[in-house]
């Protein structure tokens, strides 16, 4: 899981705010008077010049085609790294294996939706292999999608050493649901729609009640459920700012099957109840305590400012952490903490993958259907696993311009 938080981190732009600075559900940043996102036309891999016009490596020869994709394969020429651990072989391995799982998906792209997606909206530009990648903080990835400059197109860049790495080279068909999961970033990095902007919320942050490390520790239950019920009073927010719940269907508890809301906010409504429900039993319960001690903990000492679930169409993941960099680290509290604001987002449709840490607790119901008992767990494994200590710049900018529809 811990892969999930920061995975694909482009930097797509900055944002440039002014006045006094507050975190909406989606770890973007809003103020009481101004936000403005800058977008950059190129993405920035470290070691690997960029060509002028796409803003990805170069590439060198026409390419492998795909019988019947708009799209080709392609080899980086840019320089190797010499740590890579890769030969001319390997390097030709992993460019017939992309070839030969694409070409698997192509004659079935009625089984990858997102692949079939970004298909009939030509959303895909390019496929380049490279013998590592990595993002502009050095960071190496599986694969990345960068923009380019032509509106609604992106690169796929997918790393030689990592297919080596994870035993794919030569086995298409094992790369092919991995490959699949990719597309949904392809479709949303292309898409060029309006986003959503956040509503800006108002929050008090110099008297939070935030407590250090310690003297959680040495909380009861109850008073550990006290301080998080004056969180809930000051900023801890349980309700996304977009408000992507309205007027969406819901599940009742164990149930497949969505059903209408009676009233526009009813379905979100419901949701608050629930999140808040989870968390009381996270902050209370001696179980999490000993299982999931970081779930307790920055549930209390301020770090994170949004539990809540949303309705995000575009990402197939069934919970994410987002957590802002470094530079948009806020102070809070009387000592003064500086913290970097930390979002946990429920997809209310989504179903757990089998990599998730919580894939037995949702005995594969969608999000919005678990009970507060199975959402407990759930909220606290995600904390547990993708809460951490440093700056997401490189991702966090693509982040925060996603938006519930």
Known sequence: MI????????QSGRLI??????VGA??????MCSVLFVPETRANHQGHPAHPETGTPPVAG?????SGAPFRVFLSTGPAVSDSGLDAADLDAAVQTVVDALTIMMQHRANYPRFDESLAKQALKQVVIEPVVVNDEGKAFPFLV???KEPGRVTLLISASALKAKGHLNHPDALIPVLAREFQWVVSKADTAPKAKAVSVERELQT????????IAGLSAEERARLLQQLFDAYLRTVDDQKSLDGQPLYE????TPIPPTHTDSTTKLYDIRIREALQKIVREPYFLEQTPKAVRNLLNGKIWNVTYVKIDQRDWATRTR????EKAVVVGERRQRIQPAAILINVHRIASSDDPFYRDTQGLPMGALSADQLARVIALEIQHNIQEKSLSGHTAQDALTTPR
């Open 17 to 22: 705010a002014s006045c006094r600075a507050v």
């Open 3 to 10: 892969h999930r938080l920061t995975q694909y981190g482009l």
């Open 26 to 31: 989606f770890g973007a940043v809003a103020v």
């Open 208 to 215: 939070a009640p935030i407590r250090t490390d310690e003297e």
């Open 323 to 326: 957590v802002l960099s470094e």
């Open 62 to 66: 026409e390419g492998r085609e795909i």
């Open 253 to 256: 508890v164990g149930s497949r």
């Open 146 to 148: 960068a923009r380019t």
